[in-house]
């Protein structure tokens, strides 16, 4: 099955700071989504990405299909941005319909 | 609209006793997902319903875990006896329909401790 690598696993940054999370597929996806996982555990829809670029608000994200990895880009982070992100990626071939989560990128902004 | 809801948000059991998880998805919703989060990890999925068919359950531990759907709205998973190792977050997820062509939302999800 696809496995999905995040990248770095722990961020820390002052507040105002931009940053860029990595997703690195091991193999072709139709689907492919970022996630924000907040201190209470709810994950939050970010972006769903299959390809090309989407931005709303301080955030980005960009998938390059061919060359199967994702970017998510937050500028000028705030204290609220701090939680775990992930991605997860899903190919139906095979017979599996389910989206595979990265181990998430654990992000701490701080005041 | 409301999201995919859940409930409990937290239970704690005695290890060899019974618990079962509820959701509700977004209406409209044809497919529900059941997923299992252990701690710093990202959810895995464990079973995947089309309406009230069952048509992904290879990641269910059968043994000790069921689960149903029985008028494609709402679903319950069940865990009869738990074990110390179920500890973990059980998430749903529902989208439009399957595929994987459609955006998925997750529920709360049920913190479980089983001592």
């Known amino acids: 099955g696809i496995q999905v690598e995040q990248s770095p696993p722990d961020l820390i940054l002052q507040e105002g700071a931009n940053s860029t999370l990595r997703c690195n597929f091991s193999?072709?996806?139709?689907?492919l989504q970022w996630f924000h996982q907040n201190p209470w555990g709810q994950l939050i829809n970010l972006f769903y990405i299959p390809s090309g670029t989407k931005q709303n608000g301080r955030l980005s994200a960009t998938t390059v299909a061919t060359e199967r990895y994702s970017l998510l880009y937050i500028s000028s982070s705030q204290t609220t941005d701090s939680g775990v992100y992930f991605c997860?990626?899903?190919?139906?071939?095979?017979?599996?319909?389910?989206?595979?989560f990265g181990k998430g990128t654990k992000l701490t902004v701080n005041p | 609209e409301a999201g995919v809801v859940q409930s409990p948000r937290y239970k704690i059991i005695e290890k060899k006793q019974p618990v079962a998880f509820w959701c509700n998805p977004i209406s409209g919703h044809n497919t529900l997902y059941w997923y299992l989060q252990n701690l710093g990890q990202g959810p895995e999925l464990l079973i995947r319903?089309?309406?009230?068919?069952?048509?992904?359950d290879s990641q269910l531990p059968k043994d000790r875990f069921s689960a149903e759907r029985l008028k494609g709205v709402d679903s319950t998973l069940k865990i009869q006896p738990a074990e110390l190792g179920d500890s973990a977050v059980y998430l749903c997820?529902?989208?439009?329909?399957?595929?994987?062509?459609?955006?998925?939302?997750f529920g709360p999800g049920t913190r479980l401790t089983v001592t």
């Open positions: 319903y089309e309406n009230e068919e069952a048509v992904d």
């Open positions: 193999d072709s996806v139709n689907n």
């Open positions: 997860a990626g899903g190919n139906p071939q095979g017979g599996s319909e389910k989206l595979v």
């Open positions: 997820a529902s989208s439009l329909e399957g595929g994987l062509y459609y955006e998925q939302y």
